[in-house]
């Protein structure tokens, strides 16, 4: 089975799955698939587009997908009614992508919301990428011009980072520089790789 990569807002997985892919993990991304769901010709498009209605729709008639989040991360209910119609696409994908995979061993599911949706028993172990909040908040702000305040509101849309922690087999925190995140996700990649080979 893979390798499951999680964590709260702004950690740092993207940049985990890019040193991961470095190092010749074949990462599967929640998130892109998540985006293609809502193409005009994915399998979500035209369920969100009904329910949300016209105005999360651009001149082109594509999801903008910032106003569907300022929509869904205002209100819990929204954001339920989104994850109802698109989650269990995305996991069909995400299942045949890990079906697919050429080596089990090397596969990684990126998903940040693997906890909130149920798909921790598609992986073996789950890394969980950690962080100070006000890096996080300090890092939405620099990557998505986010105010502090939509930042938390954001980051609080999530399972609790503590509780991540808690159902983590592994917790990597990123407070510091590249190269020292750089330097445990190696490490742990290699001991990952050890465990792996040990059990065949």
Not at 7 to 30: F, H, N, Q
Not at 44 to 60: H, K, N, W
């Amino acid at each position: 089975m893979a390798l499951g990569l999680t964590g709260g807002l702004a950690t740092g997985k993207s940049t985990a799955a890019e040193i991961l892919a470095s190092l010749g993990a074949e990462i599967i991304d929640a998130d892109r698939i998540a985006h293609q769901v809502l193409e005009p010709e994915g399998e979500a498009y035209s369920q969100v587009a009904a329910s949300f209605g016209r105005s999360i729709l651009t001149d082109e008639g594509k999801i903008d997908r910032k106003e569907l989040g300022r929509i869904v991360f205002s209100s819990p209910d929204k954001r339920k009614q989104l994850e109802k119609l698109t989650h269990p696409h995305i996991t069909a994908e995400i299942e045949k992508q890990l079906k697919n995979a050429r080596n089990s061993s090397k596969t990684v599911l990126e998903a940040p919301l693997l906890f909130e949706a149920g798909l921790e028993n598609l992986v073996e172990e789950i890394w969980v990428i950690s962080a100070r909040l006000e890096l996080q908040v300090e890092r939405l702000k620099e990557r998505d011009g986010l105010s502090r305040e939509e930042s938390l509101r954001r980051i609080n849309a999530q399972l609790a980072l503590t509780e991540k922690q808690k159902r983590a087999d592994l917790v990597i925190n990123n407070n510091g520089t590249r190269e020292e995140f750089k330097e445990k996700i190696e490490k742990a990649w290699d001991d990952w790789l050890r465990r792996r080979s040990d059990k065949q």
